[in-house]
């Protein structure tokens, strides 16, 4: 049973798929103080600012044995804001954000998180992988995962996919298990 429900972390549902209005939208990585994520994404939500943060679900055992579930943000401190800067400014006043960092590459940033997403809603155990090392690229051919491209690492005997996002130098990743995968050009 989960201590909380899980909350809100993508407004619009949309975001990730077809970025909304208005044009002059950018997107910001916000980085928030000390376990602020939520707080700030509920605020977000609130204001009707469009946002992400991957939320994933982790397991753990309690001193006295019992199981818990926990739902805790994939990048610690990260959220992803997608606005003007009215919308920035209103994230600002939130007062949760430590800075505030302008993405340059804002298509690349919007399809690794909409493939770190894929990956989460798969059900599949999730792990965070800091600092990406190079390995071989490949692409998914078949599965629920198909057409995403990360790189295929080994750990503790199991294969794993590595979806990275290049912005933060961090990515997820999944177990590979009977998925198709072709090396990339």
Known sequence: MPILDQEINLYPADL???????????????????????????????QEVPFYSPIIEKKYRSPAGRQRTSFVPLFANYVFLYGNEEARHLALTTNTISRCLEVEDGDSLRCDLLQIETLITLGEPVSIESRLQPGTKVRVKSGPMKGASGTV?????????????NFLQQGASVELNDWEVEVCD
């Open 16 to 46: 990730l798929t077809a970025c909304p209005e208005p044009s002059d939208a950018k997107w910001w990585a916000l980085y928030t103080m000390s376990r602020q994520e939520k707080q700030l994404m509920r605020m977000l939500a609130a």
């Open 153 to 165: 690492f080994q750990r503790k005997g199991v294969d794993r996919l590595v979806i990275s996002v």
